[in-house]
């Protein structure tokens, strides 16, 4: 987020068209070339064409607020993943390497049983819900995205923490071979494994979601596949991609951005448009696709759920 250069080895994803994408857009120049169809309903065959295919069985948000929805493409064809690169049109082609087979997520620390759980395994044991929420990163845009996922608080009740535990704390898989900029070792743009961090009752709170999917199938790799956190209400660094380990602390987690720079970011986050960013203003916001920029609400218009957790705080000095 602080560094802006692209990387030597950045591919333009102009570049790189996968190619069921590539054939399906040739069987549709076919079908246009035999038929001559409306600009509108064009758009809306390719938006939809673009959707993957249902996988999941969930719960469905009612989305009672009407929130207006992120496309699939925008959600995944923009992203923030760095142990790929620090290009976000770049992290789609690159993220194919990161390999979900077999995944395991170690869980330690103050539990009364250590473990690790095949993330297969882990899926069947919680009721996935649909969450739409919006999701504000601190860089100053904004989407809204249908996520799929269970409740933290459900995982925590299931590994059963030690009265001790404070804090929780996750790690990214740590993996030179999935991810290029982990393998550059010194040169690499932040330190790995990227690492983040909760106090207990954030990770309790009803709105905080483990997310395995969104618009009804798996998490996109370039989106943090197989499993990420979601916490609506902070700003998009705090959701960690890719978790491979979950520990239960006593004392504050260093999360990767506040050792990076901890002048600039905290270990809170949360979203707040009385507080700015030493280099960005965080009064408005751009929602992804859209021209006129928007208010930013405080906690990201989570206020009702949330603002109890901070009662007593000052929210400059834990930002
Ligand atoms: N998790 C890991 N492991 N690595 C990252 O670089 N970037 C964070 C967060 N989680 C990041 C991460 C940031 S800065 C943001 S804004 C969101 O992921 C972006 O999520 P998205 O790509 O799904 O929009």
């Known amino acids: 987020m602080n560094i802006l250069k692209k990387p030597s080895w950045y591919i333009s994803e102009n570049e790189v068209t996968p190619k069921e994408i590539f054939d399906k857009r040739r069987g549709f120049l076919k079908l246009g070339a035999a038929s001559l169809v409306a600009t509108s309903s064009v758009i809306e065959l390719f938006a939809k064409e673009s959707l993957p295919l249902k996988n999941l069985n969930y719960l469905e948000d009612k989305n009672p607020d009407k929130l207006e929805l992120n496309s699939y493409e925008q959600i995944t064809s923009y992203n923030n993943f760095y142990e790929f690169t620090t290009s976000k049109e770049g992290v789609k082609p690159l993220s194919k390497t990161l390999n979900t087979n077999s995944w395991d997520i170690i869980v330690d620390g103050l539990v009364e049983k250590e473990m690790i759980i095949r993330f297969d395994d882990l899926l069947k044991n919680f009721q996935l819900e649909e969450r739409i929420y919006r999701f504000r990163c601190v860089e100053g845009w904004s989407m809204v995205v249908p996520w799929i996922g269970f409740k933290l608080s459900d995982f925590i009740k299931y590994v059963k923490p030690l009265s001790k535990a404070k804090y929780i704390r996750f790690e990214t898989l740590f993996d030179d071979e999935m991810f290029p900029d982990q393998a550059r070792g010194f040169f690499s743009t932040i330190s790995y494994p990227y690492v983040e961090g909760l106090r207990l009752d954030e990770a309790m709170n009803d709105l905080t979601i483990l997310a395995v999917g969104l618009y009804g199938s798996?998490?996109?790799?370039?989106?943090?596949?197989?499993?990420?956190?979601?916490?609506?209400?902070?700003?998009?660094?705090?959701?960690?991609?890719?978790?491979?380990?979950?520990?239960f602390v006593e004392e504050e987690p260093l999360n990767s951005w506040q050792k990076e720079n901890p002048r600039e970011y905290g270990f809170y986050a949360n979203v707040n448009p009385n507080v700015d960013h030493p280099r960005w203003s965080q009064k408005k916001e751009r929602v992804l696709g859209k021209f006129f920029k928007q208010d930013t609400l405080m906690f990201n218009g989570y206020q009702k759920e949330v603002a109890s957790l901070y009662a007593n705080m000052d929210l400059k000095k834990y930002f």
């Open 218 to 247: 798996s998490m996109p790799k370039q989106n943090g596949a197989p499993i990420r956190l979601i916490v609506p209400w902070k700003y998009g660094f705090k959701s960690i991609k890719s978790i491979a380990r979950v520990s």
